[in-house]
Nanobody
Framework: QVDLREFGGGLVQPGASLRLECVAT????????MGWFRQAPGKEREFVSA????????YYVDSVKGRFTISRDNTKNMMYLQMNSLKSEDTAVYYC???????????????????WGQGTQVTVSS
């Protein structure tokens, strides 16, 4: 079993940067595609980005392309989301998640992920 926990959220002004971290404990997560999702108040959980188990293939939702960068360090069981040029519309609770199937292709739907962290709040406001 893999347990996930996010760190790094906070309150920042528009244009600022934050780096979210996701720590995996329990079994190693190196064989799984990992993803970041977010949920704003009153909205459904939204896919943000994913990175396959090899660290080679990535995908970003259009609204964060060019501003966010996903990465992972399998030796440390860590995943990261570097968020630059933050906007007010990025305000949400951010979750890291593990895809259900090992060595699976990169998936966008939250139903393809079976393990979630508790979330970390990101607030972008002046």
């Amino acid at each position: 079993q893999v347990d996930l926990r996010e760190f790094g959220g906070g309150l920042v002004q528009p244009g600022a940067s934050l780096r979210l971290e996701c720590v995996a404990t329990g079994r190693p997560f190196s064989t799984y595609t990992m993803g970041w999702f977010r949920q704003a108040p009153g909205k459904e959980r939204e896919f943000v980005s994913a990175l396959d188990y090899s660290g080679t293939n990535t995908y970003y939702v259009d609204s964060v392309k060019g501003r966010f960068t996903i990465s992972r360090d399998n030796t440390k069981n860590m995943m990261y989301l570097q968020m630059n040029s933050l906007k007010s519309e990025d305000t949400a609770v951010y979750y890291c998640a593990k895809q259900t199937k090992p060595f699976g292709s990169l998936q966008l739907g939250p139903d393809q992920y079976d393990t979630w962290g508790q979330g970390t709040q990101v607030t972008v406001s002046s």
